[in-house]
């Protein structure tokens, strides 16, 4: 599995793997311990994982999120961050820029900072392999 094969649904909590297209969308698994399914119609937003990222003030403008993801990995050396969605705004900011040193603030929201650790403590603890692949693949 890969960050191609996981998903998120605009409204929806939570982070989902992408079972099968379709005729109408596509099935999508809920990534914890129920696997619960559900179809997401063409109406639904559905944004892969492996096409999000967030906004920088560097040269690029952005950085993937797959990259932060693997930062907060090396960081935190695999473990779960300690923050929620009732985190303050100054703790989830001083986290962000622990791992993304020029985020820019004036176009990244404080719930955008909430879904990062939302996502990130759900890959951790339900698809651990997706940062051990990533690190046996990076150049020593």
Do not use: H
């Not at 960050?3 to 939570?14: N, R």
């Not at 005729?23 to 559905?46: C, H, N, P, Y």
């Amino acid at each position: 599995m890969n960050l191609q094969d996981i998903a998120t649904i605009s409204g929806k909590g939570g982070l989902f793997r992408i079972s099968k297209p379709t005729r109408t969308g596509v099935i999508l698994e809920t990534l914890d311990a129920q696997k619960s399914k559900i179809v997401a119609g063409a109406t639904s937003r559905v944004s892969i994982l492996k096409e999000i990222s967030i906004y920088t003030t560097s040269k690029e403008g952005s950085v993937l999120l797959e990259k932060v993801l693997m930062d907060i990995f090396t960081k935190y050396e695999g473990k779960t961050v300690e923050l929620s969605s009732k985190s303050s705004e100054k703790e989830l900011w001083d986290f962000v820029f622990g791992v993304i040193e020029d985020c820019d603030k004036s176009r990244v929201y404080t719930s955008d900072l909430k879904k990062l650790v939302s996502w990130y403590n759900i890959l951790v603890q339900y698809a651990p392999d997706l940062f051990v692949a990533k690190t046996e693949e990076a150049p020593a």
